[in-house]
């Protein structure tokens, strides 16, 4: 029986928390377990994922496993959406926390409404105290996702979804392109920005997209994820996608560069460093370090404009 879903898992180096994932997945409550595959697809992995993996196929009759050695989050993305046989791709992460009526939301939600897209809440689990740094404002980093508690259809780019918790129809994903290759995560380089195009390409195509509340899932933090350097990483990183996305989405260009990013992180670039100044005034370290990173965000995007070629 062809599956309506397939949920894909892409994992990098991540072989333990992958395992607890896996087994919360072989764990859910499915009233019609055929109507759902899962593939797993380790994007050239040096720890012990492939055992992992082997592992749980014996438990899990409809599950398939690939390795894809080419380096980048998107690739193995792109791997999953050409293996997979659902009408729908489920997409979630080697760090996710699944409750047990996870799928069983979706298939309802889809019956119901035929979306071309939905997509649910991203809970962050804090397993020790929050760093001394985090603020609200880096909830987006930690892939955190919360549109409030009602079914809500999408029709602006200002509520986008996370890797980590969304559906799309496979023949859409397919018809929009898959996953950029030059955005996502790639290695140890913590860029992104892969849904984002995405979920702005359907936006502006006018598809059917819809948030629903039932169906959220954890983000179980990694050690690096509490320390300073590894936000500063992803802003800087972040910067990299974000240029890419305002190059291929921009609709005036100077010398084939994207104007309004220019203008946007020179305005931004200027507020955050009077923000910044104004906070070690007021020696509050936790502000003045989130304004130093938007300097640092800005400045990187500044550099991108007159250093990549054009196009």
Known sequence: MKPLISIVL???????????????????????????????????????????????????????????????????????????????????????????????DYINIIRTHSPDCLYSKISIIWDKPKPWWFIPEYTACFVGLDYGDKVLDITDIHREFYGKNFCVRKTLLIELGGFDPNLGRNGTKLAAGEETLLYRKMIWANKKVIYFPSAGVGHRLKERE???DNIKKLFVDGAHSSHHIATVTARKKILGRPTRMLIDSMINLFSATLKYALARVKMNKTLSYYHYLCICKNLTLIKLWFTVKAS
Request: charged share 15%; hydrophobic share 35%; net charge negative.
């Open 10 to 104: 892409c994992t990098y180096n991540n072989a333990d928390s992958l395992s607890i994932t896996l087994n919360q997945l072989a764990a859910m409550n499915q009233t019609e377990p055929n109507l759902v595959e899962i593939i797993v697809v380790d994007n050239n992995s040096p720890d012990h994922t492939a055992q992992v993996a082997q592992g749980f196929a014996a438990r899990y009759p409809q599950f398939q496993y690939y390795f894809e050695p080419r380096q980048g989050l998107s690739h193995a993305r792109n791997t999953g959406l050409e293996k997979a046989q659902g009408d729908y791709i489920l997409f979630t992460d080697d760090d996710a926390e699944i409750p047990a009526h996870w799928v069983d």
């Open 226 to 228: 509490y320390s300073s």
